[in-house]
């Protein structure tokens, strides 16, 4: 079973940087790629949630990283294997970033797309709040 665990969410005004972690544990076939996702209030169901930042974490992986474009401006991720983290660094935030951020665990081989249904395993998320 993966275990994930964010942490680095915070309440912040708009134009800060936030760094959010996502400790991994479990084995590594099953946590090929770590997305990072968020949920606003009003997306209830784990499918409407929103992917932001995909990177290859396994053994086999190419190092891949995907951000997608509305954020890549101003987001990237990143994967430190000998902590088994990975970070999404987030700069200039916007009242529209407000969300609860989870990151998630999938075994697909290649880029698992932005689907939700992809994941197989997710966090509990934390919340990163921006205030204009």
């Known amino acids: 079973v993966v275990q994930l665990k964010e942490s680095g969410g915070d309440s912040v005004q708009a134009g800060a940087s936030l760094r959010l972690s996502c400790q991994i544990s479990?084995?590594?076939?099953?946590?090929?790629?770590i997305g990072w996702f968020r949920q606003t209030p009003g997306k209830e169901r784990e499918e409407e949630r929103e992917?932001?930042?995909?990177?290859?974490?396994?053994?086999?992986?190419?190092?891949?990283?995907y951000v997608r474009d509305f954020v890549k401006d101003r987001f990237a991720i990143s994967h430190d294997a000998a902590k088994n983290e990975v970070y999404l660094q987030m700069n200039d935030l916007k009242s529209d970033d407000s969300a609860m951020y989870f990151c998630?665990?999938?075994?697909?081989?290649?880029?698992?797309?932005?689907?939700?249904?992809?994941?197989?395993?997710w966090g509990q998320g934390t919340q990163v709040t921006v205030s204009s």
């Open positions: 479990g084995p590594i076939y099953a946590r090929r790629f």
């Open positions: 998630a665990a999938s075994n697909s081989w290649g880029f698992p797309t932005w689907s939700p249904l992809m994941y197989n395993y």
């Open positions: 992917g932001v930042a995909a990177i290859s974490a396994g053994d086999q992986g190419d190092g891949g990283a």
